[in-house]
């Protein structure tokens, strides 16, 4: 066989490599997945940070966890819901909880919070419960076999449930239940290392100043996972989430449900198995 004939037929070969399916397999299947759903855990570092005002006037600001000894590293559930409407529609759905609780003598300085004081030496029984809910619907800018980049719009809501009774003589208890539903704009990309890994990413923005609301939020996340079967893949990431809102109800009257200053942060590593189908 002469040399060009040989030429020839190995550029044969690779194009026909190029264009067999093998290729187009290169993909993570959660790329091209019609629905897949996350269930994992979150091992957050955690910060709140909160004022509330009380009909007398301006409360203490205070730190659950450095001044009430709540903990400050929970081990938390995750459960996201992702489903794909055609070839670049998608929308998601989120759920994530958080509830501690705390005893402690309380040894510091006297905290005004809403309408009751806690003084030195009381005894604090504390509860801090928060639900944060997370739905949006996203379209792919860009959409390729291997990697995807899109724009998304949604609408993010945290529930928080605060409950404090403190006892030296009597018994004073504050309770406040307040659900803070921000919409949010983002983007979200993922790419396909392989058709075995595959990295994602994502990041949701807001900020308003609005009569008694003044507020920012970022929430952001990365992950990457590994398909170990045919419908399941396990993911490694880390996620953080930064929300600050104060409320002055002096410029509302009728927004008597929370006053006050709230600053939440939480960053951890998150694990999560996907099943994809």
Do not use: C
Request: glycine content about 8%; proline content about 5%; charged content about 20%.
């Amino acid at each position: 066989m002469s040399t060009r004939h040989a030429l020839l037929r190995t550029g044969l070969a690779l194009g026909l490599t190029a264009s067999s399916p093998v290729l187009a397999d290169a993909l993570h299947p959660k790329m091209d997945a019609q629905f897949f759903l996350d269930a994992g855990a979150y091992a957050p570092s955690v910060r709140t940070v909160l004022r509330v005002d009380g009909s007398e006037g301006i409360g203490t600001e205070l730190s659950l966890e450095d001044d009430l000894a709540f903990e400050d590293s929970p081990i938390l559930p995750t459960l996201l819901l992702n489903l794909r409407l055609g070839e670049r529609w998608r929308i998601e759905a989120e759920y994530l909880p958080m509830l501690r609780d705390q005893k402690v003598v309380y040894d510091g300085d006297p905290l005004d919070v809403g309408d009751i004081t806690i003084p030195t030496g009381a005894s604090v029984a504390g509860h801090f419960g928060s639900d944060t809910y997370r739905l949006s619907a996203g379209y792919s800018l860009l959409k390729t076999p291997r990697s995807e980049l899109g724009a998304v719009l949604g609408v993010h809501a945290t529930e928080f449930d605060l409950r404090l009774a403190a006892t030296l003589v009597d018994t004073s208890v504050d309770e406040r239940d307040v659900l803070l539903p921000l919409p949010t704009m983002g983007l979200y990309g993922n790419h396909a290392l392989s058709p075995k890994w595959l990295l994602s990413g994502r990041v949701d923005l807001f900020s308003m100043d609005y009569r008694q609301y003044t507020g920012h939020l970022l929430n952001a996340s990365a992950s990457l996972d590994y398909q170990f079967a045919r419908h399941l893949s396990l993911g490694v990431g880390f996620r953080r989430a930064n929300l600050r809102l104060e409320v002055d109800e002096t410029v509302d009257p009728f927004s008597k449900e929370f006053s006050g200053r709230f600053h939440y942060t939480y960053s951890g590593p998150t694990l999560a198995v996907s099943l994809m189908f």
